[in-house]
């Protein structure tokens, strides 16, 4: 079993930062890519950023304003989130593709953390 618990979200006015962590826990051998998606009312889910050993993938949407990075000894994945705009008001959920010990390779998604970012 996985789990990914979120933290870090909440109300900034617009132009300002907010920081997310992710942490992974539970049966883990790898954690191959970790990620931020983000949902809108009313949209689908959309990716926001991936991170994986040796790269980085932004949604245009946020390219220089978000910086994804990870640590994986403490399998923990942050986005650095500056410049924030209404439009980013969002729940962000965390994604990992992660290898068990059993040698099972799944997709694990976080419960959410809502951003929202008043004009």
């Known amino acids: 079993q996985v789990q990914l618990v979120e933290s870090g979200g909440g109300l900034v006015q617009a132009g300002g930062s907010l920081r997310l962590s992710c942490a992974a826990s539970?049966?883990?051998?790898?954690?191959?890519?970790m990620g931020w998606y983000r949902q809108a009312p009313g949209k689908e889910r959309e990716l926001v950023a991936t991170?994986?050993?040796?790269?980085?993938n932004y949604a245009d949407s946020v390219k220089g304003r978000f910086t994804i990075s990870r640590d994986n000894g403490r399998k923990t994945v942050y986005l650095q989130m500056s410049s924030l705009k209404p439009e980013d008001t969002a729940v962000y959920y965390c994604?990992?593709?992660?290898?068990?010990?059993?040698?099972?390779?799944?997709?694990?998604w976080g419960q959410g953390t809502q951003v929202t970012v008043s004009s």
């Open positions: 994604n990992a593709h992660v290898r068990t010990w059993r040698g099972v390779d799944g997709e694990y």
């Open positions: 539970g049966s883990i051998f790898r954690i191959n890519v």
């Open positions: 991170t994986t050993s040796d790269s980085t």
